[in-house]
């Protein structure tokens, strides 16, 4: 028994020295691979004729209700529901791409995770999106693939970006006697 103890010892010492520096670069490349191009093309969806005019289908997406009671007439919206859609939309478009590159890698990653559970409460209260239950028998529900998404974005907001970032090069330590 002492040998399996000592054998299981070595091989977690092995693996937490190894893998542990590889987690947050890890949690970004599957960010990058499923969740970055998610993002993205929903924002491309919301962008209008210009960068700051926003398509009706931002409006719709974001506010589905009001633009649903506005019949979907972007004049008829507010500068303040403006506001709302343009940082909807650039936020989906620059938050995941920091987390990728790795810079302002937590800070980022926490504003992904509030972005998050606000498109979940649009998508649950203003789209009847059918949300499910955690522990429950159905899998695929909003609620358990976004536990997955968050799970993600917890990992790399408490880890940071790792060694493989912008995060990691602008805050090394310049060695002394150099400027």
Not at 28 to 35: E, K
Not at 67 to 86: C, E, G, K, R
Not at 158 to 173: E, T, V, W
Request: proline share 5%.
């Amino acid at each position: 028994m002492k040998a399996v103890k000592s054998l299981y010892a070595y091989i977690d010492k092995i693996l937490q020295h190894t893998l542990t520096p590889l987690l947050p670069l890890l949690a970004r490349l599957v960010f990058a691979a499923t969740l970055l191009p998610f993002f993205i093309n929903s924002a491309w969806t919301k962008i209008g004729d210009s960068p700051f005019s926003p398509s009706i289908g931002a409006y719709a997406q974001i506010l589905p209700q009001k633009a649903a009671t506005l019949n979907y007439n972007p004049a008829s919206f507010s500068w303040l529901d403006w506001l709302i859609v343009m940082a909807g939309t650039y936020g989906e478009i620059i938050l995941p791409i920091l987390i990728v590159i790795g810079l302002m890698t937590r800070l980022a990653a926490l504003g992904m995770t509030g972005f998050i559970f606000v498109m979940t409460f649009v998508d649950i209260n203003g789209h009847n999106v059918m949300a499910g239950l955690l522990f429950d028998r159905h899998i695929n529900s909003v609620i358990d693939q976004r536990v997955f998404w968050v799970f993600l974005l917890i990992v790399i907001a408490g880890y940071g970006a790792g060694r493989f970032s912008c995060d990691h090069l602008l805050c090394r330590k310049i060695p002394s006697g150099q400027s």
